[in-house]
């Protein structure tokens, strides 16, 4: 009998060692994160200087009307880079630039849904006007523009790149945001 | 009976449990998703190596235990039922541990979103991109499905699905078998060898972008994860930069003043739609009926009322033939075998008490 109790002790104790160890790559930071030992703090800190970088390059493309310097530090995803620069094209091809200058940006929360996940909520004020593309000279009067972007980001390579973002309007109610949502992208 | 050591050693009481509280530890670690952020559900867990190594062990003890059972003595009175339980689980355990190891060879799983009134295969729609979970020998099954209705029962609230019934049509591209099935959300539907099963549902609008002329420019169904009503979801037209934001409320709604709109109560169905582009709001949020237009640059959109959408979950695993009956018989027996042996210990304890008490 005793020698049952520690067969099945020892094979409790086995499956615990096996499911820990044979899991994707990364399991390490994903169990420190769910027994409470992840730098939080130090991650929102990443992540507020990554929202900052993302803001400013952003507005840079515009600005320049395409220059494509500094997009291979720009912290997105691809598809992300397509659509900028798919929109600037547009403006191009009509003659015109948007220039974006951010003005101000709070962030409200950031939130983990897991060690490599996570989303941001700011609210964000930004101006706008068009110019023209071969004189920038401006054509409409500077626009006042106040957001609320929630950004979703993945931390790939020891980095935190955007991976989607919400745009919202002054007064709309934000969707509730759930861990699945946020570990989704 | 058989002196076999080695035979005795592979039948032994802890390795059969030791396998046993392997397995089912190592399944319920991996599921509970403690390691990594998602497990991929317990059948993939049951695919790795670690539980086939064990699921291979667990076959062979379940052999040699069936020897042992078969090769003992055959016992009269009280002994019988015990032997004959001993053969019956070990049956049952073979039959799911072989069920583990040949579901590893033939599963194929894979989801797919249907509108109703759309098809699926033969040209038609495909499975969700990522849902496809195929194991080497498996054969995916060759069938063309028309989704006809998607009926959800709703709680009384309204936002909480009680369970979700899809009918569709269903036609088998090698024997030519038509028929029209009925699946739900709550208990898996088995038809020709393959379990269906309704998982989500939603709405699909019908969007419509025209020129202020009124010539259609572009113009597709979109599924959107419209339900419960309030839930929001956005999509994006390729070579667009413009992302369209959705709300569907197909009761109508009371609005609050001070959260979406200034709009108050609205009657009948309306979605409501925010327009971006990039960063730049360019249509503030705002109620649209079905059949409205919105203008958007030199653009105009509008949306047609939505169809529902369903989400059908398809297995097909020959492992299961094996898995479950094991499963029934392996529990099965070890309840009745259970009941024997308290039986038998209750009667032992009786006529040990008649002895002492003649004495």
């Known amino acids: 009998m005793t020698r049952t109790y520690v067969m099945v002790a020892a094979s409790a104790a086995l499956a615990a060692v096996v499911a820990a160890f044979a899991t994707t790559p990364g399991s390490g930071g994903q169990f420190r994160f769910k027994v409470g030992q992840f730098d939080s703090e130090g991650e929102k800190r990443e992540i507020a200087e990554t929202l900052k970088l993302f803001s400013a390059t952003y507005a840079g493309f515009y600005v320049s009307g395409g220059n494509p310097e500094g997009l291979r530090s720009f912290p997105a995803e691809m598809m992300i880079k397509r659509r900028i620069f798919m929109d600037i094209n547009s403006y191009r091809e009509a003659g015109l630039v948007f220039a974006l200058d951010r003005d101000r940006s709070d962030i409200k929360e950031i939130r983990f849904a897991d060690a490599t996940h996570a989303a941001a909520t700011a609210d964000e004020f930004w101006f706008m006007q068009f110019q023209n593309a071969a004189t920038r000279r401006p054509l409409s009067a500077k626009k006042a523009n106040f957001v609320t972007v929630r950004y979703f980001l993945k931390k790939q390579w020891g980095k935190w790149i955007v991976l989607e973002y919400e745009v919202y309007g002054q007064g709309d109610e934000l969707p509730p945001l759930e861990t699945e949502r946020i570990a989704a992208w | ?359």
């Open chain 2, 1 to 359: 009976m058989t002196d076999n050591k080695i035979l005795r050693a592979a039948a032994s009481d802890g390795l059969f449990l030791g396998l046993y509280v392997f397995l089912a530890g190592f399944v319920l670690i991996s599921v509970s998703g403690f390691r990594t952020a998602g497990s991929g559900g317990a059948m993939r867990i049951l695919h790795t190596v670690p539980a086939l190594v064990a699921s291979g062990i667990l076959l062979v003890h379940a052999f040699a235990r069936m020897i042992i059972f078969l090769t003992a003595p055959k016992q009269e009175g009280r002994g019988a039922p015990l032997r004959l339980a001993g053969i019956y689980i070990s049956f049952g355990c073979a039959l799911m541990a072989a069920g583990i190891i040949i579901s590893s060879l033939t599963r194929f799983e894979a989801s797919m979103v249907l509108t109703e009134g759309q098809d699926f295969g033969d040209g038609g729609a495909g499975y969700t991109e990522g849902s496809v979970y195929s194991r080497r020998f498996s054969n995916p099954p060759d069938m063309k499905i028309t989704m006809l209705q998607v009926t959800p029962a709703l709680y009384n609230n309204g936002r909480d699905v009680l369970n979700l019934k899809a009918q569709f049509g269903y036609e088998n591209r090698l024997s030519g078998n038509k028929k029209i099935l009925y699946c739900n959300s709550l208990v898996p539907l088995f038809a020709d060898g393959i379990f269906f099963r309704a998982s989500n549902f939603g709405y699909s609008p019908h969007y419509r972008i025209s020129s202020p002329a009124g010539e259609v420019l572009d113009e597709a169904f979109i599924i959107m994860k419209l339900f419960p009503p309030g839930s929001e979801d956005s999509f994006r037209i390729p070579i667009m930069p413009e992302t369209f934001y959705l709300r569907y409320y197909p009761e109508g709604s009371r609005i609050q003043k001070d959260t979406i709109t200034s709009a108050g109560e609205r009657q009948g169905a309306f979605y409501q739609l925010r327009i971006a582009r990039n960063l730049d709001l360019i249509v503030p949020s705002r109620p649209v009926a079905a059949g409205e237009q919105v203008g958007m640059g030199p653009m105009l959109i509008s949306f047609d009322e939505p169809r529902r959408w369903v989400k059908i979950k398809v297995v097909k695993d020959a492992g299961l033939y094996f898995l479950g009956p094991g499963i029934f018989i392996a529990l099965a027996t070890a309840l009745w075998g259970g009941y024997q042996r308290i039986n038998s210990i209750m009667l032992m304890r009786e006529w040990a008490d008649e002895h002492d008490s003649n004495r």
